[in-house]
Structures are given as C-alpha cells and as structure tokens.
C-alpha cells in the first residue's frame, strides 16, 4: 500500500475534525502519482473534484485497498497497518497549523529513509514540499 497525506510542520493533519488546508495543484499531482486511482475515505472526495481520477470510495478503505493501491489518509491511524505500507508520500504545507490529529507512521525513523523531495508552487500556498518515503 502507498499512503499519501498532507501535514503541517507538527505532522497535523487535522484541527476540530477539518482538514488544516487544500490546495487545487496538490491535488492535480496526487491524481498524477497515484496512476489516476487512489482510494479514500468519503469525506476525502470533494478534494478530487475536478480531478481526472478514478476514486474508490470506501469507509474502511485502508482494509479493502489491493495490495499495492494508493490510498489518501486525512483522518486515519497508521500506526496499526504500517507492516502494510510500502511507502509514503507527504505534502508539507510548510507552515504550523491548530492541530489535533496528527500523522502517526514515524517515516523519519528505520526503516523508512527519504527517497525524494522537490518543492513546487501551489494554488493556495507558495510552496508544498513533496517528501517521498520507502523502506
């Protein structure tokens, strides 16, 4: 599996349960990484209006995921299923938002390791750090 999120300095994902922030390129690349099929929760859809992508929405999406799909968390543990994970895709907003969930796989430990990183110009934030993570 091959999780995708967006996080904040503090790795914050979520504040009151709302997403802390969007971004339109974001989520124009995240349809490009993931082949054009990612699944996610149903909460998670209205991001990918727009999108050319094939979304497979699910409740316990990461459960029913095919080995090997990539799967957009906002509001998931992954701690529980990191044996699972084969890598990890982070957009960083670059920027410290009220957090009150937060991206729980410690990718910044062994075995994951920092495969690539680029930054690029988004719709709502001047740059969002890519950071690709594999074991």
């Not at 999780?3 to 922030?21: E, K």
């Not at 996610?40 to 459960?63: K, Q, Y």
């Not at 701690?79 to 670059?94: E, G, H, M, Q, R």
Request: negative net charge; aromatic residues 12%.
């Amino acid at each position: 599996m091959h999780i995708i999120a967006a996080v904040d300095d503090r790795m914050g994902m979520l504040f009151n349960g709302r997403r802390q922030s969007r971004d339109r390129v974001m989520n124009e690349r995240i349809a490009v990484v993931c082949g054009g099929e990612l699944w996610i929760a149903p909460c998670s859809a209205e991001l990918f209006d727009g999108c050319d992508i094939m979304l497979h929405e699910e409740e316990n999406f990461l459960v029913e995921a095919n080995r090997g799909a990539y799967c957009f968390v906002e509001a998931a543990s992954l701690l529980p299923l990191a044996d699972a994970v084969d890598s990890v895709t982070l957009y960083k907003w670059n920027r410290t938002y009220p957090g009150d969930f937060y991206f729980d796989l410690p990718v910044g430990e062994a075995p994951w390791y920092l495969a690539e990183s680029c930054d690029f110009v988004g719709s709502s934030h001047d740059k969002i750090t890519e950071e690709v993570y594999k074991r």
